[in-house]
């Protein structure tokens, strides 16, 4: 059996797409689940898409997601240049082209931009180009003299118009185009570049490519490079085309959509490590609809024949879900490490951070949640004292303000201020005055925090707070229940 070589082969006109994404992590796990090789090819052909940087953001985005290639322009095995602009230095793709011209697979095309422009048509509101292969039927000679006089040309595939042409898809199974919908693609452009299509083919075969991963968009230029892996008489590589990834509303995933790339995401607060299990079940299940798997699992587990043909849901509910559960898993060093940047976004006093981070960790979905949970600690917000009701811990404004005027001096008095401290003698004074726990602990909660709803509960607030600032915070509380109280 032929060793699996795969390659993800992406072109730097931006940052990375969530379904570019997904390509290239199936694309590695159908190398590494086979004991294979990983390729990463810069597809630069393109010179007025490239943006700069982009090439870095490649590189970056792979290696945060863990998707490390075995071959590329940064580790050569003997199959390079890796990036397509450097091959054409060479003259590739041109000597392969010009070969197709002398088999009568490819022809030379001088058509202006004019005759080109009457030759489109419109329908389902798209302009399609149909060339009508004018140029074939130019002699070898008028062609020799065209090219000596430097006259502007392409390289176009020379198709058949009748009969049909047939390919096999792992996902999709056998696929059979009439030739009359095919149009005859340029192979070199005036510029001297390949285009897209034609370069993958050749460099797919000079890398000993075996498993191509694309979306199901391109299923219907595939015959088109069928034609060629015929017309050089090479063996076609396995073609797996993946299925289309939606929204929440069943439209095709924009480049304009605020969850569209990875970098967006990993702004938004998700880790890599959610982003790429959650991507990997964007078109594949795993064993036992099992939804939480590490990279290594995946390895394990993934087989590209139980990819599905149906869209797939770019679920944001889903993936905070998947994320908080990477959260809540994560190591503590490791989390407090992500989290810190987001913590002193909303803490700039000198507490104890990690303590912070830690209230959260089990409470969040996103990093992004972090300040807006946390902001109490910086400054008591504003808050209106109905918080102090709540008739599930039977509290209202009269007994909130006589728990705190009587936990006051007691707190006063208190030595040794921590958690446990705090939990004794809130512990003695609810049995003194024989009352419910939540009757002490949800109005020094609110007191301290001024929110309905925080991360940790009251001692742990507290301690973190420090004595002078709770027992500040707390006498605030008083004021604001005596004046509620008209007192």
Same mark, same amino acid.
């Given at each position: 059996m032929d060793r699996v070589r795969s390659r993800y082969a992406p072109s730097p006109t931006g940052k990375? $797409? *969530? !379904?570019? %994404?997904?390509t290239a %992590?199936?694309?590695? %796990?159908i190398a590494k689940h086979a004991g294979g090789d990983f390729i990463l090819r810069i597809e630069d052909t393109d010179q007025g898409r490239f943006v700069e940087g982009s090439v870095d953001i490649i590189y970056r985005t792979l290696a945060q997601a863990g998707i490390i290639h075995d071959e590329g322009p940064d580790k050569d095995k003997g199959y390079g240049p890796y990036v397509q602009s450097e091959r054409v230095k060479s003259g590739l793709y041109m000597k392969y082209a010009k070969q197709l011209v002398e088999q009568g697979d490819a022809y030379y095309c001088f058509c202006t931009k004019e005759r080109l422009a009457s030759l489109t048509t419109e329908a389902g509101g798209e302009t399609i180009t149909h060339y009508d292969k004018h140029c074939l039927s130019l002699s070898k000679e008028e062609v020799e003299a065209k090219l000596a006089a430097g006259e502007p040309y392409v390289i176009r595939q020379n198709i058949p118009r009748e009969g049909t042409t047939t390919f096999t898809d792992a996902n999709y199974g056998e696929i059979t185009i009439e030739n009359s919908e095919l149009d005859d693609q340029i192979l070199i452009k005036s510029d001297g570049f390949p285009t897209y299509n034609f370069a993958n083919v050749i460099d797919d075969h000079l890398m000993e490519i075996s498993h191509v991963v694309r979306g199901n968009e391109y299923i219907s230029s595939t015959p088109k490079y069928t034609r060629l892996y015929q017309a050089f !008489?090479?063996?076609? &590589? *396995?073609? *797996? $085309? %993946? &299925?289309l990834i939606t929204n929440e509303e069943h439209q095709k995933l924009s480049k304009r959509s605020g969850h569209s790339s990875f970098e967006d995401l990993i702004e938004q607060g998700f880790v890599p490590e959610a982003i790429v299990n959650f991507v990997a079940l964007l078109g594949w299940s795993g064993p036992d609809n099992r939804e939480i798997f590490s990279l290594e699992e995946l390895i394990r587990e993934f087989d590209y024949t139980h990819i599905n043909k149906a869209p797939s849901v770019f679920d944001m509910v889903k993936l905070k879900w998947m994320n908080g559960e990477y959260l809540k898993a994560m190591d503590e060093e490791k989390y407090y490490e992500l989290a810190l940047p987001y913590v002193k976004k909303a803490v700039t006093k000198d507490y104890d951070l990690k303590a912070i981070a830690a209230l959260v960790k089990t409470r969040i979905e996103t990093l992004c949640d972090i300040p807006d949970m946390i902001d109490f600690f910086e400054e008591l917000p504003d808050y209106d004292v109905e918080m102090y009701t709540h008739k599930k811990m039977k509290t209202n404004s009269e007994n909130s303000l006589t728990a705190l005027t009587d936990l006051l001096p007691r707190l006063e008095a208190l030595e040794s201020y921590n958690a446990d401290t705090l939990s004794e003698l809130t512990a003695a004074y609810v049995a003194e005055k024989e009352i419910k726990n939540g009757q002490a602990l949800w109005p020094l909660r609110t007191a301290v925090s001024g929110k309905q709803t925080t991360p940790g509960g009251a001692y742990e607030i507290m301690t973190i707070l420090g004595k002078d600032e709770s027992l500040t915070r707390i006498r605030k509380g008083i004021e604001l229940l005596k004046a509620a109280n008209g007192q």
């Open positions: 990375m $797409h *969530v !379904g570019n %994404l997904r %992590l199936y694309e590695f %796990l !008489g090479w063996k076609e &590589p *396995v073609y *797996v $085309h %993946l &299925p």
